[in-house]
């Protein structure tokens, strides 16, 4: 949602009225009688703020300190100072310092108050789009990830354990629907195209060296009891009936949402591995104190099914 409204910060109960008078027919006008009444509305209606225009000069913090903190806390909203003539300096100093994007003098002169506003209020239309543009890209690019990361895993499994590494996989993926795991978090200012390829490489290689040990301690399949044994050792799990319960969500999720550029750990794997030794023969449930892992015939697999399974992820995570 766009913010529309004006928030206007000074002491003087007349120069509210007054800016609210004359204000109110361009935008919704807030008003607040200090920085310290400021950082209470900022906190209450902060999304709905497309403008903060303070007063400097006011009894206990100064009008800059309430910009910096919606600068540091509110990116998005634009920020202007009013100021008499004598304090120009403040003003320099903000905006020297990216605190504000204008000041205005006082006395205001209705017809360029109104046009400094209306022009702020642009400005803050376009810092929206422009964020919520970021966040779709983001978002695109994070699910992308999370689509690759899966289809890399199908193919490590398939190299380290080819019996039943789909099943397995597919398994996995459904675990991870069902505990709610969030997006990779990825550095963008950091990472470009190529490092992440090769990061997410060297990530493949570790992982597929931990699940072959990991697989050779497990080694041939046992019956039921001692698979189910196997998994709670490996993930630091209990057994509870006829089943693992396990409190810790991330076992089942972290292969694939880690942060890019971290390297995977044996405990990280130990899920998959399993997995892949019980032929994805198992399903995560819901339970009172975490999630059941339970022994689950094999599912008879569609053609589509990974491609479903990566538009499905990336769905949860819309």
């Known amino acids: 949602m766009t913010p529309t409204k004006i928030l206007y910060v000074d002491d003087e109960a007349m120069a509210l009225k007054y800016f609210e008078r004359l204000v109110s027919p361009l935008a919704p006008v807030l008003t607040a009688g200090s920085v ?5 509305v900022l906190l209450a209606h902060g999304a709905d703020v497309a403008v903060l225009v303070c007063d400097q000069r006011m009894p206990g913090e100064r009008g800059n300190e309430l910009l910096r903190h919606a600068r540091e806390y509110y990116p998005g909203i634009v920020r202007m100072l009013t100021t008499a003539y004598s304090e120009l300096g403040d003003a320099i100093e903000a905006i020297n310092t990216g605190e504000i994007y204008r000041y205005i003098n006082k006395p205001w002169e209705l017809e360029s108050l109104r046009a400094d506003l209306k022009n702020a209020l642009e400005l803050a239309v376009l810092r929206s789009e422009r964020d919520s543009l970021m966040r779709d890209r983001l978002l695109a690019q994070q699910s992308r990830l999370l689509a690759n990361r899966l289809a890399a895993l199908l193919m490590v499994g398939s190299a380290v354990y080819a019996d039943g590494h789909e099943q397995a996989l597919y398994r996995y993926a459904e675990a991870v629907r069902v505990v709610g795991g969030t997006e990779p978090m990825v550095d ?5 195209h190529a490092d992440l390829l090769q990061a997410e490489a060297l990530r493949g290689a570790a992982i597929a060296a931990h699940l072959r040990d990991a697989l050779l301690v ?8 001692e698979a189910l044994s196997a998994l709670a050792r490996s993930i630091g799990g209990e057994v509870s009936g006829d089943g693992v319960l396990v409190a810790n969500a991330t076992v089942f999720t972290a292969l694939l949402v880690s ?21 994805g023969q198992a399903r995560v449930t819901p339970a009172q104190g975490g999630w059941m892992v339970r022994p689950a015939a094999p599912d008879v697999l569609r053609e589509d099914w990974l491609a479903d399974a990566m538009e499905r992820l990336g769905k949860d995570r819309a």
Do not use: K
């Not at 963008?188 to 470009?192: A, G, P, V």
């Not at 497990?218 to 009891?225: H, K, N, S």
């Open 36 to 40: 310290e009444e400021g950082r209470a």
């Open 218 to 225: 497990l080694g041939p399949r046992g019956d039921e009891g």
């Open 188 to 192: 963008w200012n950091r990472w470009d």
């Open 259 to 279: 942060p890019a550029g971290e390297a995977p750990t044996a405990p990280q794997c130990a899920w998959l591995a399993w997995l892949l030794w019980q032929g």
